[in-house]
């Protein structure tokens, strides 16, 4: 039990180090660019094809029901809601802390079994600044955009669903989904994703960073990175909904 | 040390403990600016630890290093920064940054630290490459290099900011007799050309008879030689004699 306060405290400080970091020169905008795209490129295909099929088949689901009771026309409110407020930003997070952080924390294990980073530091280069800062900032970054996707894909999903079983057109699928939304049932589910993108960020770099296990630690670092991620970005997600619907009561539905 | 030659290292009392495991154990030596020290012992003797320490990689438990009028183990972090550039680094397997190229590895020091144009960096790159025989590797990932070549790209890197203290971790490891040479060979033209400061760790007693000005020899922690090639061969040290060829 210590020991998990310890790690805690230990992932504390080297999130705020690396916050702070981000605020210093040089701003390593290369770095942040290559880890953006690396982000980017990693998780845009897995990420649009689970929205799409998540749409489609959660539309499959809920037709059922609503037919039933009569309620088919809110068959594309309830998707975008349903979307853009959780599914959206929760499935997006847990893809990306698979995709990418296991990722950043086996790459970064690597380089320390492999001197890499001592290699940067014996330059004079910074290499907590170099390597760890870039990442955080490009998850922080590419969350929220890669949750638009997840959200559009999955729209996409649900209509092309929902126009096979009843013709409906797309026009009138996107007014029907977009009816009674609201900007604040966009803006903080979207950005709250940054919160997670900064979470698998720096659980990632930090079991990477430390590592100092050889080979053997790079698998180490890998799995730690996805398992704690993913745990906290479910805890936090309860957190973040609590305080969106005490700052927007309105979104309280 | 030669009359009028300042110390470019020196250890001064160091120990270095990894958990219970004594690494070294209050080592005290120095080497002139310019000349040549071989480092050998036997394996997990401290040899690669005291290049760590030497770089600040690695912090002493107890003792002093002095690069220069630096004493290493307390500097802040901007001036450990300037002092490292004072030095460079040739790790045991290369330690290239395999996500970037070779050049992209060369220019990443100059584009940090200097003040140099992208034609600057260009013509520095192209020299220390054709000096290490890669001028035609430089679009190559450092997965593409074989084991030489790698060590030469290592060596190249180190040598960007035209250090003034080398150091070389295992250099010849891994390479054939010929490879090994011609990478002693690197070496001994760095020091003649720029006098630079050579600590090379290494279990080449060849290379070492080659490159050394003196040779320090390490077991279990402890210096139990230090003297030139022929002061080693007639140490009282049996363990000393031997890892220099001399003796069994």
């Known amino acids: 039990m210590f020991n998990v306060f310890e790690i805690a405290g230990k992932v504390s400080l080297f999130g705020a180090r690396a916050l702070a970091e981000s605020f210093r020169r040089p701003f390593e905008g290369g770095q942040i660019v290559r880890q953006l795209a690396d982000v980017g490129s990693k998780s845009l295909p897995l990420v649009i094809a689970s929205g799409f099929a998540l749409g489609a088949v959660m539309t499959l689901h809920t037709r059922t029901t609503l037919v039933t009771f009569g309620a088919a026309a809110v068959i594309p409110t309830v998707q975008a809601f349903a979307f853009f407020l959780e599914i959206g930003p929760l499935v997006t997070a847990l893809l990306v802390a698979g995709r990418v952080g296991s990722g950043i924390g086996a790459v970064l294990a690597d380089m320390r079994a492999t001197e890499q980073i001592d290699g940067i530091e014996s330059l004079s280069i910074d290499s907590f600044k170099f390597l760890v800062v870039p990442r955080i900032i490009a998850c922080t970054l590419a969350l929220p955009i890669l949750t638009l996707f997840m959200d559009f894909s999955g729209l996409l999903g649900g209509f092309l669903s929902e126009s096979a079983a009843s013709g409906l057109s797309f026009q009138l699928y996107i007014f029907r989904a977009f009816s009674e939304f609201q900007w604040s049932n966009f803006w903080p589910p979207t950005l709250k994703t940054c919160v997670f993108g900064f979470v698998i960020g720096t659980i990632s770099s930090f079991f990477g960073y430390t590592m100092n296990e050889g080979a053997q630690g790079v698998g180490k670092a890998a799995t730690n990175s996805v398992v704690i991620s993913s745990l906290l970005i479910i805890l936090l997600d309860v957190l973040l909904i609590k305080l969106i619907f005490f700052i927007f009561p309105g979104s309280a539905l | ?248």
Request: net charge neutral; charged share 25%.
């Open chain 2, 1 to 248: 040390m030669t009359p009028g030659d300042s110390p470019a290292v020196i250890f001064d009392q160091v120990s270095k403990s990894f958990g219970a495991k004594q690494v070294l154990n209050n080592v005290s030596w120095n080497i002139p600016a310019g000349s040549a020290l071989c480092i050998l012992g036997r394996s997990g003797t401290g040899k690669s630890v005291t290049l760590k320490l030497i770089i600040a990689l690695l912090k002493p438990d107890q003792g002093k290093i002095w690069i220069d009028e630096d004493e290493v183990t307390h500097l802040s972090a901007s001036k450990l920064s300037r002092v490292r550039r004072k030095i460079g680094y040739l790790f045991q397997d290369a330690a290239l940054f395999d996500s970037l190229t070779l050049y992209e590895n060369l220019a990443l020091p100059l584009q940090r630290l200097t003040n140099k144009s992208l034609e600057e960096i260009d013509f520095v790159i192209d020299q220390v490459l054709g000096q290490v025989g890669l001028a035609n590797d430089k679009a190559k990932m450092p997965s593409e290099l074989s084991g030489g070549m790698r060590k030469r790209a290592g060596l190249a890197r180190a040598l960007m900011l035209e250090p003034k203290i080398l150091l070389a971790d295992e250099p010849s490891s891994g390479l054939d007799r010929i490879t090994a040479s011609e990478i002693d060979e690197l070496l001994l033209r760095q020091k003649a050309d720029r006098k630079t400061t050579l600590i090379v760790v290494t279990h080449d007693v060849h290379g070492a008879r080659r490159v050394a000005d003196r040779v320090l020899v390490l077991d279990r922690g402890k210096m139990i030689a230090h003297g030139s090639v022929s002061e080693i061969e007639h140490s009282e040290n049996e363990t000393a004699r031997r890892l220099i060829g001399s003796d069994g």
